[in-house]
């Protein structure tokens, strides 16, 4: 029969490769400046996902989830 010790030795012998194994590293977080005409200062985004780009044009989501579309000189960093 089991005792309280075992099982839990156990319980947790099974949960932490489960856990390390679903701890998988993501992108990294980027932050990217959109340089408007006009304006002094880029905007700046951070922690986004960049889904396209071009030499003028980007296409990204922001950490809320909204996907951005942008035409003109841009800069990411990371």
């Known amino acids: 029969m089991l ?3 075992r ?5 947790a012998g099974l949960a932490v490769p489960a856990l390390i194994a679903g701890c998988k590293r993501g992108e990294p977080a980027k932050t990217l400046l959109l340089h408007d005409s006009g304006v002094a200062r880029p905007r ?3 922690d986004v996902k960049i889904l396209g780009t071009r030499p003028d044009y980007v296409k990204f989501r922001t950490a809320s ?3 951005i ?3 003109g000189r841009y800069e990411i960093k990371r």
């Open 65 to 67: 989830g909204e996907v």
């Open 69 to 71: 579309e942008f035409s």
């Open 3 to 5: 005792t309280v010790r």
């Open 44 to 46: 700046r985004f951070d």
């Open 7 to 11: 099982f839990l030795a156990i319980l």
